[in-house]
Nanobody, 116 residues
Framework: QVQLVESGGGLVQPGGSLRLSCAASGSIFISIYVMGWYRQAPGKQRGLVATIPSGGSTNYADSVKGRFTISRDNAKKTVYLQMNSLKPEDTAIYYC?????????WGQGTQVTVSS
């Protein structure tokens, strides 16, 4: 049984920062998976935020380029999302994803609210 557990969400003022973490547990060879963060705002579809393969270049949604940084620690089975210069439009539930071909896992999500 593979589980992805996100943490680090919360309420932050515009311009602030948050760091999300996603820890994988269970029988998963994390290094072969492309890890990613997605988000879903109220009334909108879930969309890509950033992805990171075990080797190779990262990928970001245009809306977060230059503000968000995705990273991973395979030894800790953890992926991170550092979010800086947060804007109200970043408010959403953020989901962690692990994908290997057609095999994928999702976390339960963590709420990020950017508001003054």
């Amino acid at each position: 049984q593979v589980q992805l557990v996100e943490s680090g969400g919360g309420l932050v003022q515009p311009g602030g920062s948050l760091r999300l973490s996603c820890a994988a547990s269970g029988s998963i060879f994390i290094s072969i998976y492309v890890m990613g963060w997605y988000r879903q705002a109220p009334g909108k579809q879930r969309g890509l935020v950033a992805t990171i393969p075990s080797g190779g270049s990262t990928n970001y949604a245009d809306s977060v380029k230059g503000r968000f940084t995705i990273s991973r620690d395979n030894a800790k089975k953890t992926v991170y999302l550092q979010m800086n210069s947060l804007k109200p439009e970043d408010t959403a539930i953020y989901y962690c994803n692990a994908q290997y071909g057609t095999m994928g896992y999702w976390g339960q999500g963590t709420q990020v609210t950017v508001s003054s």
